[in-house]
C-alpha cells in the first residue's frame, strides 16, 4: 500500500467514523427530546453516512455488513 493510498483509507474510517457518531449524536438527542419523527437533519446525516460507506478508498471491514450481503445477493 503507498502513502497516498494509505492516507485515503485513513480518511474514508475518519469520515465514516465522524459521520456515524454525529447521526448516534443527533439520534440520540432527538430521542432523548421526545422526537420521534424523522428530520430533515436526521437525512442530511444518514446521507452523509451513505457517501462516507460509498467510498472506494474504505475497508471492507469497516463497512455494513447488510450492504455487503445485499450486492452479494445480486
Known amino acids: 500500500m503507498t502513502a497516498r493510498n494509505s492516507a485515503r ?3 474514508a474510517i ?3 467514523k465522524a ?3 454525529a447521526l448516534t ?3 440520540t438527542a432527538t430521542r432523548l427530546a421526545g ?3 424523522e428530520t430533515p437533519m ?3 446525516l444518514n446521507s ?3 457517501r462516507a460507506d460509498a467510498n472506494p478508498h474504505l475497508p471492507d471491514r469497516y463497512r455494513d455488513p447488510r450492504d455487503i450481503a445485499d450486492e452479494e445477493a445480486d
Open 35 to 37: 422526537v420521534t419523527a
Open 9 to 11: 483509507t485513513i480518511a
Open 42 to 44: 436526521y437525512r442530511r
Open 14 to 16: 475518519a469520515s465514516l
Open 19 to 21: 459521520a456515524d457518531a
Open 48 to 50: 452523509a453516512v451513505a
Open 25 to 27: 449524536l443527533h439520534t
